[in-house]
């Protein structure tokens, strides 16, 4: 998958020019078309600027129209995103339901971008191994083995491991933002 082929024509499609895709998300003009021919490979949080600019979801970005209800563990979709100590396995069979489920493995140690994301909606995730931190808006909320969280997403939120073993949880999200 060609992430750069994906977001030039859906860029065209849209009838956008790269300067108005920069404007439109907050970035450089440069780095839009840097990802476009695949020679910069985008954050979790400039992939999802671009995304909302271009009134997408990330997993626009990545869906290959696999449809059907069950989703077998050695056919998940996995999704690591460059400089990003995070993978995302998802759990629902494409991305065009109502709700997104997932399962994200997260290393120890924080990624590069800490910015808050938020966007419209609710999510709920479940620690099965690990430690996290939750940040909602100002708040912190650690989280252990078996705790869950539920918040809604229009409020700025990030999670990270802060543990010395890789954190693996469940989430849910509705609507589908990934």
Known sequence: MELGTKLRSLRKDKHMSIEQLAEKAGLSIGLISQIERN???PTVSTLYKIAQALDTHIGYFFDDDKQGA?????????????KSNRTYEMLSPDMKRKMEF???RIQP????????????GEECGLVLSGRMMVKWG???????EGDSIYFDSSVPHRYFNIGDTECISVWAMTPPSF
Do not use: A, F, W
């Open 70 to 82: 069950v989703v077998r563990k050695d056919e998940r979709r996995v999704i690591k995103l460059p």
């Open 109 to 120: 140690g924080e990624c590069d971008n800490t910015e808050q994301l938020s966007h419209q």
């Open 138 to 144: 100002d708040m912190e909320y650690i989280l252990e």
């Open 39 to 41: 020679l910069n490979s």
């Open 102 to 104: 997932l399962l994200v």
